[in-house]
């Protein structure tokens, strides 16, 4: 089928009030998806474009397009139609329109001037990694993992595709004559292939010796700047491909993520995985300025006059700086890109994330920031917070499990013994005892010393056995059993007191990623993930017995829990949220908004509320008393 484009007048007479009603908007929580009450974080940064008139800043995330105005650096507008992250922007030069392409197999159409969704183009074969508009608006280039899609915007219909790279393109570049598109692909493919714009004939191929991470076209359309994936920067001519020059890098110069020219084509800036950001001479090929990042440049964007460049980094910051004096003149903070674990205060309004290195701790209404903890400088993969609130256990990849004072935050000791990371801690429900899993293979039970002043204690016994990494740990209701996830598609069961394998479940076709003892201790419920492919369930099983009571196929389950009173089994099959009933085994509802896998699921004491946290960046706060008319 051809026609690929569906013009969406039915789309959006039906969707239409879920949409933007353009770039006025002021309040940080922008389009929250429905029953979500907060968001957490922003998503990562894929892609950054400054709009034509150099007012606003276009940022392709893990959640959307958020648009800021670039004077202030305040969010005006946060766009949420892609299901997926948006990995491309790309502007009409009348500034009328911009395109975006996602993940989510579609590349869409946007009013520039009111951020109203205009068009989608889908059934596309693959993720979008690529896109760009020819300069006088007609034609969409997309690139995909089978080749790069050609659209008429005008009459709605694709020209044509063309299938000669041999891996997912992921760069697509019109030549501002509009003449040309050049493309490159993923590592495997070491050429440069120039097109005929119009027609979608292949004219030249540039072959380079290792593979190709960015390309640029100069202002006047005739020449081609690429950069490797070992940090190469070289000059090509396009009418004869031949090699004009190759740039001066320096030996610490790597990985060049993104190229761009300035306007006036005298400059070409890079922007490196050594966290910096780098400008050469286009005429003579010298290094001429280097500016230092906190963390790795993925995208770069000159405003259209060339007075600022912005850049945005892989934690999510993005800033502008002064191109005459280098000088940083603002910043877009990341509000915490990514998100490990959450855990919810069992007599507090509040929860708990682990983010890299912090302990960060949030209002459960608002999701405003109360305060946070700086840990170890390793990543930390989990936390948990005790049965009666007072204190939170973490663990990560310094392989020692830490314990922290709610309250004050203070730092109140290590259990040292681990010699891998660890993925998992969990109290027992009278706070004796502290579980930790880890990647060394092992599962270890810890004193915790109630009501002494040093409340580290000895390791009681270490779990080991014929198992492979254990991901999630669970004591049950009576703190008798303790669970465990493993990555060798199994749920163990061991006696707490002596640590003996009371029983393993079997039933999952992959990683077992979380596991759960329902409030009465007489259901678990687990999760697994296929690695490297969407085979996942959910799994419901009866403690005593070890019977399947029911399994649930879906494309990955990551997280599941129950509600306090233990009448709904709550998972998420990659970014939906499923809820349950346990007694008829009826799905009561859904709550969709992530765009990435949900690896965290924490019910509020009260369970009117749910957080869940996302590989896409972001923790979400939902109202199940609407959502679930509880």
Not at 170 to 190: N, Q
Not at 352 to 380: Q, R, V, Y
Not at 532 to 540: M, Q, V
């Amino acid at each position: 089928m051809e026609k690929l484009i569906l013009f969406l007048s039915t789309f959006l007479l039906i969707y239409g009030l879920c949409l933007p009603n353009g770039f006025s908007q002021t309040d940080p929580q922008l389009s929250l998806p429905q029953g979500a009450i907060a968001r957490i974080g922003k998503g990562g940064v894929k892609v950054i474009e400054f709009f034509p008139d150099g007012s606003k800043l276009a940022v392709g995330s893990t959640i959307g397009i958020w648009v800021y105005d670039v004077q202030t650096g305040e969010p005006i507008d946060l766009l949420t139609t892609h299901t997926g992250p948006v990995n491309a922007i790309a502007f009409s030069q009348d500034g009328n329109t911009f395109a975006t392409a996602s993940d989510d197999n579609t590349a869409r159409l946007w009013d520039a001037q009111t951020g109203q969704l205009k068009e989608m183009f889908f059934e596309l074969p693959g993720d979008a990694d690529a896109l760009d508009m020819s300069a006088d608006g007609k034609v969409l280039a997309v690139g995909c993992y089978n080749g790069v899609h050609l659209f008429d915007l005008r009459e709605g219909w694709q020209i044509t595709r063309v299938r000669r790279h041999t891996e997912q393109v992921h760069s697509v570049v019109f030549s501002p004559d509009g003449k040309l598109l050049a493309s490159i692909a993923e590592p495997g493919d070491e050429a440069i292939l120039l097109w005929d714009a119009k027609t979608g004939n292949l004219l030249r191929a540039i072959t380079e010796d290792t593979d190709i991470k960015s390309i640029a076209f100069s202002p006047d359309s005739s020449t081609l700047a690429s950069a490797t994936w070992d940090g190469v920067i070289n000059l090509w001519e396009v009418t004869t491909t031949n090699l004009l020059k190759t740039f001066e890098t320096e030996s610490w110069i790597d990985n060049i993520n993104a190229i761009e020219f300035s306007p006036d084509g005298r400059t070409l800036a890079g922007g490196i995985d050594n966290d910096e950001m780098c400008f050469w001479d286009v005429g003579n090929g010298r290094l001429i300025e280097t500016i230092e990042h906190e963390n790795s440049v993925v995208s770069i964007s000159y405003s259209p006059d060339g007075s600022v460049i912005a850049s945005a980094m892989k934690n999510g910051k993005i800033q502008f700086w002064d191109v005459a004096t280098s000088k940083l003149q603002r910043t877009i903070p990341s509000r915490v890109p990514h998100f490990a674990s959450v855990a919810c205060s069992p007599n507090g309004n509040f929860f708990a994330s682990a983010n890299d290195t912090k302990i960060h701790f949030w209002d459960l209404d608002t999701g405003e920031l109360l305060k946070t903890i700086i840990g170890p400088k390793k990543t930390l993969r989990t936390v948990a917070f005790s049965a009666d609130g007072r204190i939170l256990a973490s663990g990560g990849d310094s392989k020692k499990a830490r314990l922290w004072d709610v309250e004050t935050g203070r730092f109140l000791g290590t259990f040292s013994g681990h010699s891998g990371s660890i993925t998992a801690v969990a109290f027992s429900p009278d706070d004796s005892v502290l579980a930790s899993a880890s990647r060394d293979k092992t599962v270890r039970l810890w004193e915790i010393r109630k009501g002494e002043q040093l409340l580290i204690g000895d390791l009681l016994k270490t779990i080991d056995g014929n198992f492979d990494d254990v991901s999630s740990v669970a004591f049950s209701p009576d703190g008798k059993i303790l669970a465990g996830g493993s990555k060798d598609r199994t749920v163990l069961l061991w006696d707490v007191q002596t640590g003996n394998l009371l029983n393993t479940l079997v039933g999952h076709t992959g990683d077992v990623q979380t596991v759960l003892f329902s409030p009465d201790g007489n259901l678990l419920v687990s999760g697994c993930c296929w690695s490297g492919s969407w085979d996942g369930k959910a799994c419901l099983w009866h403690v005593q017995t070890g019977e399947l009571l029911l399994m649930l196929d879906h494309e990955t389950v990551a997280a599941v829990t129950f509600s306090p009173d233990g009448t709904i089994m709550t998972y998420a099959n990659d970014d939906t949220i499923y809820f349950l009933e346990v007694s008829s085994q009826n799905i009561l509802t859904m709550l969709k908004g992530h765009t990435d896998v949900i690896d965290s699921l924490a019910y509020s004491s009260d369970g009117k509320t749910l957080i869940s946290g996302s590989r896409d960046g972001t923790i979400l706060i939902w109202d199940l008393e609407k959502s679930l008319n509880r």
